[in-house]
């Protein structure tokens, strides 16, 4: 869905500075700026689907995206989630492989699309692009690896524990100092702990009874996180 306007050039967004591209200088921001195309995506809408050819990336200007896949019952298992400036696509076409998985909106977003050759093109041209891509594609891999540690190590009230500290690390919280800046469904929630929602649902009303958290509609707000952290079991 195309919004004429609703994309800010790459030379005035705000967002570009703590992605991949804030280093860029003035002539491949002229070429980015040049040759990407801006979108605005309703909540819910798809950026790409698994088994399709990535034809470039994917930068969130404003919003928030779920990366995941789908188990043999057809159950989501989210594998990431992205804030602004963040990129996604990037490692289907870097690989030369079809995309393994699929990419939806949670809100309402602003969402630039980068054509390969483009992408391809500043990666040859500016050596501390490609850094950043390796350190992305080596932060994916550590974060494999802990959620395949988690899952192996941590009992399901641990990890219920440990999803909300990593929501307010990633996302912050809002004016208020303890409101989780993210509002998920609870299915989602469910499935980036990776249990069943009756469960996780179980686990979120035994930590409000505990008072450390606040639940208001999909709202969570944090009201004790040294308990949480000691819940987790990790070291804050």
């Known amino acids: 869905m195309n919004r004429s306007g609703a994309i800010p050039a790459c ?6 500075l703590c992605s991949i591209f804030g280093e860029l200088n003035d002539s491949e921001l002229g070429i980015l700026s040049k040759y990407k195309c801006g979108n605005f995506y309703k909540k819910g809408q798809n950026l790409f ?14 919003g928030k995206v779920k990366i995941y896949k789908l188990d043999s019952s057809g159950k989501e298992q989210i594998v990431r989630l992205t804030k602004d400036g963040d990129v996604v696509g990037y490692r ?27 992408f391809f093109k500043l990666l040859e041209s500016n ?6 891509v390796m350190k992305l594609l080596s932060q994916d891999l550590k974060a494999a690896e802990n959620i395949v540690a988690s899952m192996a190590q941590k009992t399901v009230r ?9 929501l307010k690390e990633f996302y912050g ?9 993210i509002s998920l469904k609870r299915e989602d929630l469910a499935s980036m702990v990776g249990t069943a929602n009756e469960s996780l649902i179980r686990f979120l009303s035994e930590f409000k ?7 208001t509609g999909r709202k969570i707000k944090i009201l004790d996180q040294a308990a949480l952290v000691k819940t987790a079991n990790v070291f804050d």
């Open 11 to 16: 030379e005035t967004c705000q967002s570009r």
């Open 49 to 62: 689907f698994i088994g399709a050819p990535p034809a470039g990336i994917f930068c969130i200007s404003s």
């Open 92 to 118: 289907s076409l870097i690989s030369g492989e079809r995309y393994s998985a699929f990419a939806t909106t949670l809100e309402d977003s602003k969402i630039c699309f980068i054509p390969k050759d483009i």
């Open 127 to 132: 050596s501390n692009l490609s850094f950043k």
């Open 158 to 166: 641990e990890r219920v524990a440990e999803v909300l500290l990593i």
């Open 173 to 181: 919280v809002e004016g208020d100092g303890k409101t989780l800046n």
């Open 209 to 215: 009874q505990d008072k450390m958290i606040e639940l």
